[in-house]
């Protein structure tokens, strides 16, 4: 009790509360890490397996400096030594030293010296270097050579890059990909988003707002293609038999409603209840109904009423049906009724004999139900 009165945030406060009553379970840790990061504002933990975009954004770059210092070898592409080969070469050659550079670019590339083409062709002009750089990135994508990655980002080919690391199963890389270009233009234009970010854009998302206005809690200031990559990654875990690391995808990127329903999907409704009310959210009548159900199955009718309380629509009638199996399950259900604001159960049989000779079937059925009469409520 008195850790979850020090608790300081409502977040802190259901994490505590969940894991004291609920058994641990594969990815709950990071499911709590990210909630808290993101109603923080501040990084919970490093060592996630699921992290926020701006988060893995920052990791990513801290350790391409710490790398920086072995980086790797240039490439070395092999040059046949045919006759054949040799002639394309001095006779390249020949050109660039009569000033037709594009022409030695195009015969170095001729006898698969990309490198040396490339070298020169800024000397013809950027855009023919971007177009050269473009066939060699889809040279080495069709080999599926780690190289092309390094063309692709040059070229700032967000499309061919993502797809790449697609065919490759690299689905982080992809999405790391996607953010930064959206980053930095402010949209993921993948015909051509830029990948030369700098170091000021590469600042973490914002906290999911605690509504379910524009963007809040549904991923919607994301660009579609990293909320489609993170799609992707979640459906995988989530088919793979981890439902909470697949909701954490979706909570990486702000999108809380489909976490929910990957938890709900999961048969984690406990967890999914609770991150529904720490949150605060709206338009989650699905979720209080699905936990009243799984109260009402464990024999916590109370706790069951209470939850159907909740709900924004349809509570008045369910709280209804659910005194009707109440009775079933309990004969002395008076006091039930009471503290559902109904009237005593032996009152019912005459109401809904009224309501149906008045022709309001609907009505009749449910009086027929808390009145314990089934045979008649199933008839009309």
């Known amino acids: 009790g008195q850790r979850i009165k020090a608790c300081k945030s409502e977040i802190a406060r259901a994490r505590l509360i969940f894991e004291f009553c609920a058994p641990p379970c594969d990815g709950t840790r990071e499911m709590w890490n990210l909630a808290v990061g993101f109603e923080s504002g501040v990084p919970r933990s490093s ?29 070395a592409a092999a040059v046949g030594s045919s006759k054949r080969e040799d002639r394309i070469a001095i006779a390249a050659l020949k050109f660039l030293k009569l000033g037709n550079v594009q022409r030695y670019c195009e015969m170095m590339v001729d006898v698969g010296q990309w490198e040396k083409a490339l070298a020169a062709a800024p000397g013809v002009s950027l855009a023919f270097w971007k177009a050269l750089a473009t066939k060699y990135a ?25 797809d790449f690391y697609l065919r490759r199963n690299q689905l982080d890389d992809a999405l790391l990909t996607a953010q930064i270009a959206y980053d930095v233009d402010g949209s993921a ?8 970010a700098k170091e000021e854009a590469l600042t973490p998302p914002p906290a999911p707002a605690r509504s379910d206005g ?22 995988r875990l989530f088919y793979s038999g981890r439902p909470v690391l697949a909701a954490c995808c979706h909570l990486a990127v ?4 489909r976490t929910l329903q990957k938890l709900l999907k999961g048969n984690e409704t406990e967890l999914a209840f609770i991150l529904a009310r720490a949150f605060r959210m709206n338009s989650v009548d699905h979720v209080y109904r699905l936990f009243a159900c799984r109260c009402e199955n464990l024999g916590l ?3 069951a009423m209470d939850v159907l309380r909740l709900m ?10 659910l005194c009707a199996r109440f009775r079933t399950h309990m004969p002395d259900a008076a006091a039930y009724y009471q503290k559902a604001d109904l009237r005593a159960p032996d009152t019912y049989p005459d109401m809904a004999r009224a309501s149906h000779k008045q022709g309001k079937h609907t009505e009749a059925i449910v009086y027929y139900l808390l009145a314990g009469d089934h045979n008649n409520a199933l008839t009309l």
């Open 254 to 257: 702000g999108d809380l409603h």
């Open 214 to 235: 524009p963007g809040a809690a549904s991923g919607s200031d994301k660009s579609p293609l990293v909320m489609h990559l993170s799609n992707m990654k979640a459906d």
């Open 301 to 303: 009718w109370d706790q």
């Open 189 to 196: 234009n993948r015909d051509g988003s830029s990948l030369n």
């Open 47 to 75: 060592d996630n397996r699921i992290h926020r975009i701006g988060d893995m954004i920052k990791k990513q770059r801290q350790e391409a400096d710490d790398l920086a210092s072995t980086r790797g070898t240039n490439l």
């Open 138 to 162: 889809d040279h080495l994508a069709e080999k599926d050579s780690e190289e092309a990655q390094s063309y692709l980002i040059a070229t700032n080919n967000v499309s061919k890059l993502t």
């Open 312 to 321: 924004r629509n349809q509570s008045r009638s369910l709280v209804p049906l």
